[in-house]
């Protein structure tokens, strides 16, 4: 059975850190994107940040305008990817998940397999 479970939620004030890890179990995921989308309360689950993958075993990092050059997202191996995020701010907070999938590495639907969630709150 194919799990993702993220971990390194939490509390942090404005401008501070914190790193997200998800680890996949269940399958090998070599030739899928793994991600990050976040949702925050009243509004839809968003694009954070993905690696995606290339012929070649590349991976390539995408990441969403609204987190570019604060947020780094790591693929640490096939099953591994994380997400360190920096200069965080108060509309950052919502329920991140990890996805992993073979579809349209920026949307929703590309993504056929989730974590659980994790909650990150950042304060003002």
């Known amino acids: 059975q194919v799990q993702l479970v993220e971990s390194g939620g939490g509390l942090v004030q404005a401008g501070g850190s914190l790193r997200l890890s998800c680890a996949a179990s269940?399958?090998?995921?070599?030739?899928?994107?793994m991600g990050w989308f976040r949702q925050a309360p009243g509004k839809e689950r968003e694009f954070v940040a993905a690696?995606?993958?290339?012929?070649?075993?590349?991976?390539?990092a995408e990441y969403a305008d609204s987190v570019k050059g604060r947020f780094t997202i790591s693929r640490n191996s096939a099953n591994t990817v994380v997400l360190q995020m920096n200069s965080l701010k108060p509309e950052d907070t919502a329920v991140y998940y990890c996805a992993a999938g073979q579809g349209v590495w920026f949307t929703n639907n590309g993504y056929n397999y989730w974590g659980q969630g994790t909650q990150v709150t950042v304060s003002s």
């Open positions: 690696t995606r993958w290339s012929r070649g075993s590349l991976y390539y």
């Open positions: 269940g399958r090998t995921f070599n030739n899928y994107a």
